[in-house]
T-cell receptor
Framework: NAGVTQTPKFQVLKTGQSMTLQCAQD?????MYWYRQDPGMGLRLIYY???????DKGEVPNGYNVSRLNKREFSLRLESAAPSQTSVYFC????????????FGSGTRLTVV | EDKVVQSPLSLVVHEGDTVTLNCSYE??????LLWYKQEKKAPTFLFML????IEKKSGRLSSILDKKELFSILNITATQTGDSAIYLC????????????FGDGTTLTVKP
């Protein structure tokens, strides 16, 4: 099925550990995004990539890095995890016209202890 | 800074009721307003509105935008338990390269 695939679905980290969240889309979309969602809150943008080879900071970029590996893949890295990064992370992509909004991945539930 | 405020934050109704969810926004150089439905997992796209006064409709769901007063409403008629979800409103500015700013969402619970 076409869509956005995120891995892993769940992860528990100890404070200070690092990890990379993977995201891939097969819809030939130019733009890709990483959001986090905390309880009772909407989605907050971490980083985005308007096209292959470009990345930009969103609203809450501190503590994260990203790589747009190619048109399909956009990864999010936590270099030194902190409890404040406990959240649900969503990757999304959108096409050139944006007429159909974002297509989201199924999310990664990350707990930092 | 773009801003989206949704109300109410939560709502409990019974099957068959009609509900109206509200979204007000502030955005420089408005491009579009989007509604999403989020059940257990990822949000799914419902509507995109760009022009004032034109209703978008899909089954029992409809939405309309007022660009003068900077708000949108999402109506759900004859609610069903399957409508229980978080409804998210987002806005996109022309200069934002597709980035959307989301509200905190309205949690709708439909009881049998």
């Amino acid at each position: 099925n076409a869509g956005v695939t995120q891995t892993p679905k769940f992860q528990v980290l100890k404070t200070g550990q690092s990890m990379t969240l993977q995201c891939a889309q097969d819809m030939n979309h130019n733009s890709m995004y990483w959001y986090r969602q905390d309880p009772g809150m909407g989605l907050r943008l971490i980083y985005y990539s308007a096209s292959e080879g470009t990345t930009d900071k969103g609203e809450v970029p501190n503590g994260y890095n990203v790589s747009r590996l190619n048109k399909r893949e956009f990864s999010l890295r936590l270099e030194s995890a902190a409890p404040s990064q406990t959240s649900v992370y969503f990757c999304a992509s959108s096409g050139a016209t944006g007429r159909y909004g974002y297509t989201f991945g199924s999310g990664t539930r990350l707990t930092v202890v | 800074e773009d801003k989206v405020v949704q109300s109410p934050l939560s709502l409990v109704v019974h099957e068959g009721d009609t509900v109206t969810l509200n979204c007000s926004y502030e955005v420089t150089n408005f491009r579009s307003l989007l509604w999403y439905k989020q059940e257990k997992k990822a949000p799914t796209f419902l509507f995109m509105l760009t022009s004032s006064g034109i209703e978008k409709k899909s089954g029992r769901l409809s939405s309309i935008l007022d660009k003068k007063e900077l708000f949108s409403i999402l109506n759900i008629t004859a609610t069903q338990t399957g409508d229980s979800a978080i409804y998210l409103c987002a806005v996109e500015a022309r200069s934002n390269a597709g980035k959307s700013t989301f509200g905190d969402g309205t949690t709708l619970t439909v009881k049998p």
